[in-house]
């Protein structure tokens, strides 16, 4: 039948400070990963949103067309059912929220729970859209390639270099995994906690070809032990893309304003809130 969240109304019947808590209380498990499941989530709510066009205005995060196949079997989003799976108990808790909102809103929780700034996040969306209305396959980024790319694919979302500079940033959580992207590795040494590291990591390392018979990836010498995918080293060679990474290395507090406001609107592409949708800014539990 139809859910409980496909009228405009349901977010009404929704105490989202519960939610929160309850999304929170999902993030550490030892046995999975780095022991957090922000990070996923994080790649989650972005990968919800980031299929919005400007031109067509179709994709993002509402009607949350990601679950549904053949979106949800997009090369790009391998390994997101993981995060879906882990968050639909609470849609059975709170039906009258669509599935956009709790998606997008474990992304907030992911960044903020493991230290990062307070991102401003609207309720909302609605379950309206059926599985006809997935976004073709080639909205999200190919890491395998370059600058050019990576502005192509953020110019359709809307978003300038220092935005898509600010955003990239999120890949100081969590790690690539040979069983989903077939990248493998963590960017840093703390992948469960929101930093900048991923510049300072970016600009400060020597990064060399990984010798494996993987996909073409960096690795730091002599260690080893992180990682960048080609599409995260634009962020080092393209001048405009540095002048922004080289900033946001000196100064993390920049980063969080940026990422901040940028993650937000990422989180928003393509919905249209009722005038009177509180702006939620939730604070961090601990
Ligand atoms: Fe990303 N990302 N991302 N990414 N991403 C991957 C993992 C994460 C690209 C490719 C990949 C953003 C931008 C880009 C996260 C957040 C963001 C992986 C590994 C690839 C590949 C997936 C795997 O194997 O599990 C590319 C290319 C771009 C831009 O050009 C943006 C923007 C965000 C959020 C704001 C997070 C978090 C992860 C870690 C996920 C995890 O499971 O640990």
Redesign the pocket.
């Known amino acids: 039948g139809a859910s409980a969240a496909s009228t405009e109304d349901s977010w009404r019947k929704v105490n989202f400070h519960n939610v929160y808590k309850d999304i929170a209380a999902l993030l550490e498990d030892e046995s999975y ?1 780095d022991g957090s499941y922000g ?2 989530f ?2 989650l709510a ?1 990968h919800a949103s ?1 299929t919005y066009d400007v031109g067509s205005k179709t994709g993002g995060s509402n009607g949350a067309t990601i679950r549904f196949s053949p979106e949800a079997d997009h090369g790009a989003n ?2 997101l059912g993981v995060a879906r799976a882990r968050l639909e108990p609470l849609k059975k808790k709170y039906p009258h929220i669509s599935y956009g909102d709790l998606y997008t809103l474990a992304g907030v929780v992911g960044v903020q729970e493991l230290g990062g700034p307070t991102v401003r996040w609207r309720p909302g969306r609605v379950d309206n859209k059926t599985k006809e209305q997935c976004t073709p396959d080639d909205r999200l ?3 395998a390639q370059g600058a050019d790319h ?1 502005r192509a ?1 953020f110019y359709r979302m809307g978003f300038d270099d220092q935005e898509i500079a600010a ?2 940033g ?2 100081a ?5 040979s069983t ?4 493998e590795g963590p960017w840093n040494a703390s ?1 469960t906690a929101f930093t900048n590291f991923f510049y300072t990591e970016l600009l400060q390392n020597t990064w060399v070809p990984k010798k494996w018979s993987g996909p073409f990836q960096f690795v730091d010498k002599p260690t080893g032990e992180f990682m960048m ?1 080609p ?1 995260d080293l634009a962020f080092r060679t393209d001048p405009v893309f540095r002048r922004h990474a080289e900033r946001y290395a000196a100064d993390q507090d920049a980063f969080f304003a940026d990422f901040a406001k940028a ?1 937000s609107r ?1 989180l928003e592409l393509g919905v249209s809130f009722p005038a009177d949708a509180p702006v939620y800014e939730f604070k961090a539990l601990d």
């Open positions: 990963d990070p996923v994080v790649r972005w980031g391998a390994g980024p190919d890491a990576v694919i955003l990239v999120a890949h959580l969590g790690r690539c995994h989903r992207s077939g990248y992948p995918l599409a993650f990422l």
